[in-house]
C-alpha cells in the first residue's frame, strides 16, 4: 500500500488534506494509499518533520515554503499545490474593500500574483523580497508608508503579525487540494508503470550476468541491474565514481572499473572489477577547527591592519570557480583568511576541512576511503603546508583535482608558510598558478597605535568573558610589547597576552607578566614541536666522517620534504653550502 504524508504550513490546509483524502478513499476507481497528516512550517521545530521523515513514504504534498524546504530534507517526491489563479484572486478581491493595502511575499510567489492583477486589471501594490533579511526592513518602510493591511503567504504572515500589520493569508482552495491529490497518485502509478519496465529491464541483465547501471544526461540514475541494486554500498560507490568522473573507484579490499556506453541521450555503465589491492583501513585525516575565541582575535586583527579591498579580494575569490592560494608566516591567520573564504562562498552551508598535508600519507588515505568527502559536492577543502608533501602526495593531489573536477566542485585552498616556488614539484606548479592569490603581511609590520588598539580590545573581551577588572599595561610592559620581533606573528601575540592576563593580580599587567608569559608560550611551542634525536657515540664501521656528514644532510633533508631552505636552517648552513654536500652525496 502507497502511503502518502501530508504536510500542512497551517491548520486550515491541514483540515482540508483530511477532508479530501477522506472523500478520494470512498472513490472505487482510485487505489487506496495510507494518508498521514502533520501541521508543519518551516519556521516550527525542525523535529517535528525530521522525525516524521524516518518513515519510508512514497509521496509528500505541501505547499509554498514549507514544499522548499522539504525538497532540501528528503529525496521523497514531492507535490507542492501552490496557488491557484482563483485562490488569489479571491483573497485580493476580499482586500478591495480595505484601504492601505500592499502584497508582501518571495519572488516566486509574486511572479502569480503579478499575472492575476494583469489580466484582472487591478492596482494592489506588489513588494517583492529575495531573503527573509530583507523582511523587517521593508515591513518598517511600509509601516512609514501608513500601509496597515498585508496580503501574504505563511513564509511573510508571522513576521508581518509581529510588525502589528493585519494580515490576509493567501489560502489554498479545496479545488486545488483535489486537483494536488489527483496529481500526486497519477504520478505514483506513473512510478509503478516506469519500475515495472525497469525490473523487466533488470532481470534481462541479470540473465546475462552484468551489472549495469543507466544514467539520463543530467547524470540521474534511470534503473539498474539486480546485481547491483542488491548491494547497496556497491552501488552508492557506482553513483559517486559516475558524478566524480572516474572510470575506476576501489570497494573494500576490490577495485572496480567502469565502462560507458551511449545511447542517444543515455549512457549506460557496465561494473567489471578491476584487480585486487591491499586493504586500507579508514582514517579520518581531516584537522579541528579554529578555537572561537581565537576566531574572533583574528577577526579584530584583520579589520583593524587591512584595508576595505583586502576585504573585497577575498568576497570575490570565495565565489570563484577556481583554486585560492594564501600565502603567509607562521601565525599570521592563514585559516581564519581559508575559514573567511568559506563562510563568504557558495559552499558556506556545508562542511569546510582543513588537511595538514605535511603528515605522512595524509592525502593518500583520505582519497582512498570509500565515504571520503573528498568525493562529495559543494564543500570547502584547506590544504595546509602542500609543499611539505613529499612529491608523490603532490603529484596525487593534482591528478585527483583534475580526473574528479574537485575545484569545479568544491571550494579548494592552499595555504603556504613561505613562497610557493620552496618544495614545490613541477607537476603542482600549474595548478598553483591557476589559483588566486592571498599574500597576508607580517605582524612585524603592525604599527604601535593599532597594537594598542588590539591591546585595548583584547584586554575588554577577557574581562567580559571572565569577570575580571584588567585596566591595561603598564607603560614598561608597553614598551616591551612594541620593541619584540614576534616571530610568530599575531597568534604568539595573542597567545603571550592571554597567558599575562590570567596570571596578573593587578590592575595593570606588568613587565613581569609579559616576560614570564613569552617564555611559557616559547617553552609551550618547543614541546610540542621538538622531535628527539638519536646521539652518535661512534662512527660506524667502514664510514668516514664525510660519509657521516653527507648521511646527515640527506636524512635532514628528508625529513623537511626536500624544503631546501628549511633544511640549511635547521643544519646551521648556507644554502650553497648545501647545495654543495648534495652534488658530493
Request: glycine share 4%.
Amino acid at each position: 500500500m502507497k502511503k502518502i504524508l501530508c504536510v500542512a504550513p497551517y491548520q486550515g490546509l491541514n483540515m482540508l488534506f483530511q477532508e479530501v483524502s477522506r472523500e478520494l478513499i470512498t472513490d472505487k476507481n482510485i487505489r487506496q494509499p495510507l494518508f498521514d497528516f502533520i501541521r508543519f512550517d518551516r519556521k516550527d521545530d525542525i523535529t517535528i518533520i525530521t522525525d516524521a521523515l524516518q518513515t519510508n513514504y512514497d509521496l509528500i504534498i505541501s505547499r509554498g515554503g514549507t514544499a522548499t524546504l522539504l525538497k532540501k530534507m528528503t529525496k521523497v517526491p514531492i507535490i507542492d499545490i501552490g496557488v491557484s489563479q482563483y485562490d488569489l484572486l479571491s483573497t485580493i478581491q476580499t482586500a478591495s474593500r480595505l484601504s492601505k493595502v500592499a502584497i508582501v511575499a518571495f519572488a516566486a510567489f509574486t511572479q502569480r500574483v503579478k499575472a492575476v492583477l494583469k489580466s484582472f486589471n487591478l492596482k494592489t501594490p506588489i513588494y517583492e523580497i529575495a531573503h527573509e533579511n530583507e523582511l523587517p526592513d521593508l515591513l518598517r518602510t511600509l509601516s512609514g508608508q501608513d500601509i496597515s493591511t498585508l496580503i501574504c503567504d505563511t513564509s511573510t504572515e508571522a513576521s508581518a503579525k509581529s510588525a502589528k500589520f493585519t494580515t490576509l493569508l493567501i489560502t489554498t482552495s479545496k479545488e486545488s487540494v483535489i486537483n494536488a491529490f489527483r496529481n500526486g497518485l497519477n504520478f505514483l502509478n506513473q512510478m509503478d508503470t516506469q519500475r515495472e519496465l525497469a525490473d523487466a529491464l533488470a532481470n534481462t541483465l541479470d540473465n546475462l550476468n552484468i551489472p549495469t547501471i543507466t544514467m539520463t544526461s543530467q547524470q540521474l540514475p534511470l534503473f539498474s541491474s539486480k546485481l547491483l541494486t542488491k548491494d547497496e554500498s556497491l552501488e552508492k560507490s557506482v553513483l559517486r565514481a559516475i558524478h566524480n568522473g572516474r572510470n575506476h573507484f576501489a570497494l573494500n579490499t576490490v577495485r572496480y572499473k567502469l565502462t560507458p556506453y551511449q545511447n542517444g541521450n543515455l549512457t549506460v555503465y557496465t561494473i567489471g572489477k578491476w584487480g585486487s589491492p591491499q586493504k586500507r583501513d579508514e582514517t579520518d585525516e581531516l584537522s579541528l577547527p579554529m578555537d572561537p575565541a581565537l576566531k574572533d582575535a583574528f577577526a579584530s586583527y584583520f579589520k583593524l591592519t587591512q584595508p576595505p579591498v583586502f576585504f573585497n579580494l577575498i568576497q570575490s575569490y570565495s565565489r570563484l570557480n577556481r583554486p585560492v592560494l594564501i600565502i603567509g608566516a607562521l601565525g599570521s591567520g592563514k585559516n581564519y583568511i581559508a575559514d573567511l573564504l568559506h563562510a563568504e562562498g557558495l559552499q558556506s552551508a556545508h562542511p569546510i576541512h582543513h588537511l595538514d598535508m605535511g603528515k605522512a600519507d595524509a592525502f593518500n588515505k583520505l582519497m582512498n576511503q570509500s565515504n571520503s568527502p573528498l568525493y562529495g559536492t559543494n564543500q570547502c577543502f584547506v590544504f595546509e603546508g602542500l609543499n611539505r608533501a613529499n612529491a608523490i602526495t603532490q603529484r596525487n593531489l593534482v591528478e585527483f583535482t583534475i580526473q574528479t573536477q574537485l575545484a569545479s566542485r568544491n571550494q579548494v585552498i592552499f595555504t603556504f608558510k613561505q613562497s610557493p616556488d620552496d618544495g614545490i614539484s613541477t607537476e603542482i606548479k600549474p595548478l598553483l598558478d591557476y589559483a588566486r592569490t592571498l599574500t597576508l603581511d607580517s605582524f612585524q609590520n603592525v604599527t604601535g597605535a593599532k597594537i594598542v588598539q588590539l591591546l585595548t580590545g583584547m584586554i575588554n573581551t577577557y574581562n567580559r568573558e571572565h569577570g575580571t577588572s584588567i585596566m591595561g599595561v603598564s607603560d614598561i610592559a608597553l614598551d616591551f610589547i612594541l620593541n619584540e620581533s614576534w616571530p610568530e606573528n599575531f597568534i604568539q601575540f595573542y597567545q603571550v597576552l592571554n597567558i599575562a592576563m590570567a596570571s596578573t593580580l593587578q590592575d595593570y599587567i606588568g613587565i613581569d607578566e609579559i616576560r614570564m608569559a613569552l617564555a611559557t608560550d616559547q617553552k609551550n611551542r618547543f614541546i610540542q614541536n621538538h622531535q628527539p634525536t638519536k646521539e652518535i657515540s661512534s662512527l660506524p664501521q667502514g664510514k668516514t666522517l664525510s660519509d657521516m656528514v653527507q648521511e646527515i644532510v640527506v636524512r635532514t633533508l628528508a625529513a623537511n620534504n626536500n624544503n631546501r631552505t628549511k633544511t640549511a636552517k635547521v643544519l646551521g648552513i648556507s644554502r650553497a653550502t648545501l647545495w654543495r654536500y648534495l652534488k658530493q652525496a
